[in-house]
């Protein structure tokens, strides 16, 4: 068996969609373990540049740029982009195409639609989509979320199978009223594990930002409003009312939040101690520290910008928090568990299919500090409860469904495997 799979994506950007997308493209397009069939490997995608992140000239599977593909609404743009992807589905000739995220998504399965309809030629192609995450709450207003809501569900009704990274994404996306019960497959994002930590790095890291507390909190995040940062800011005094030890906040990432949150620690009483540049994928980026004393305690907060080496940020915090207003899975959650952090997190969409409450994490509702505080509080003064989540952590993302630790790579492509097998063998 040889399949043709196009995979549409709206842009490769340094996230876990993207990120998954490449890779799951690499393994099929290599035939690596543990891909047992041969596939033809195509994928299209956009964004404001043809490159960004990633380094497409090194990829082994052919690729479209669509410049026009973007995730900012535009009538012609988005006109052309789909025009494109039509044109494109018509020369490859795909046995499946497969689309990711909103735009890609909506563009590319009524680009597959049409073809499928109206051609003989392409009536056997078999249209799959994975969200990777749902935006109805959390991202835009009232009226740009109650258009995406229609758009997604009327799309829903033209698609073969529906992809969720978690069974949280798959049953609020079914309350939203998006798809059918049996459109729906669930297959969790997939994490290395196979984690390349440089321990002499870590002392290191905690040299460069002049970490000299014992306990660390940390988080990494966009730094957009969807991701709650604020509200973990919004907690640092009430953390500074229950503790007497001095410790540190790491903040992992950058984005357009980065300004007002560093407005909140202004108003806090925070000071900038130290300003200086490192540099990502070639590009400068601010390191910045503010800092202040109360009484005999110091509480320092660090952005680091964005970051290659977030393994070993991670492996440096005692605590792991993910504020997040809406959160499809959250792929940092399993690597903090899989290096034995207690996670705080939200209860939105999929992250209580990954953290364990009371058990692995805690977690609070979200867009409110004072309980997020109170969680922080908990764990920094209960050893013995901060000692058990650390080992629960490793035991929980280590269990074995499948054959393979439950969120890894390999098995997010063993189920891609068998659901792109299985749809084709229900070809009519």
């Known amino acids: 068996m040889k399949l043709k799979i196009i995979h549409i994506i709206t842009r490769l950007d340094k996230g876990g969609s993207s990120e998954n997308v490449l890779i799951s493209c690499k393994y099929f397009a290599l035939k690596k373990e543990p891909v047992k069939y041969d596939y033809e490997i195509v994928l299209i995608y956009g964004g404001k540049t043809k490159s960004l992140d990633f380094n497409i000239s090194t990829l082994n599977f052919k690729t479209y740029y669509i410049e026009e593909l973007q995730r900012k ?14 044109n494109i589905i018509k020369k490859e000739k795909p046995d499946i195409v497969h689309t990711h995220t909103s735009k890609g998504g909506i563009l590319g399965r009524w680009a597959a639609f049409l073809l499928r309809t109206f051609s003989l030629e392409f009536r056997n ?13 959390g991202y835009y207003n009232k009226l ?21 990274l978690t069974d949280g994404e798959k049953n609020e996306s079914l309350m939203y009223g998006i798809g059918k019960i049996n459109q729906w497959v669930v297959i969790p994002s997939g994490v290395d594990y196979n984690l390349q930590i440089t321990y002499h790095e870590l002392n290191n890291l905690k040299e460069e930002f002049n970490i000299k507390e014992n306990m660390i909190i940390g988080t990494v995040a966009r730094l957009e409003p969807v991701k709650g940062v604020r509200y973990l800011i919004e907690a640092i005094p009430f953390i500074c009312n229950f503790l007497n030890s001095s410790f540190s906040f790491l903040i992992v990432g950058d984005g357009s939040e980065r300004k007002k949150l560093e407005k909140l620690l202004t108003e806090q009483h925070f000071k900038v101690v130290s300003l200086s540049k490192s540099f ?13 004393t109360l009484k005999d305690k110091k509480i320092k907060v660090i952005f680091t910008g964005m970051r290659e080496n977030v393994v070993e940020l991670i492996s440096i915090m005692d605590i792991y928090v993910q504020p997040s207003l809406n959160e499809g899975m959250g792929k940092t959650i399993v690597l903090a568990q899989l290096l034995g952090k207690p996670v705080i997190a939200t209860k939105v969409q999929g992250i209580s299919s990954v953290v364990v409450d009371l058990h692995t994490g805690i977690l609070v509702e979200p867009q409110d500090s004072k309980k997020l505080a109170e969680a922080v509080v908990r764990l920094l003064m209960d050893v013995k409860l901060r000692t058990e989540m650390s080992s629960n952590a490793k035991v ?12 890894s ?20």
């Open 396 to 407: 929980w993302v280590n269990k074995i469904i499948d054959g393979y630790p439950q969120f």
């Open 409 to 428: 790579i390999e098995r997010m492509i063993f189920l891609l495997e068998s659901l792109y097998t299985n749809i084709f063998s229900t070809k009519k």
């Open 280 to 292: 990502y994928y070639g590009q400068k980026n601010n390191i910045k520290i503010f800092e202040k």
């Open 73 to 86: 609404i535009s009538f012609i743009k988005d006109l052309v982009a789909f025009l494109r992807i039509l």
């Open 125 to 137: 192609i078999k249209i799959i989509h994975t969200p990777h995450g749902h935006i109805f709450y």
């Open 144 to 164: 740009i979320t109650f258009m995406f809501l229609v758009i997604e569900k009327i799309t829903a009704k033209i698609t073969d199978k529906i992809v969720a």
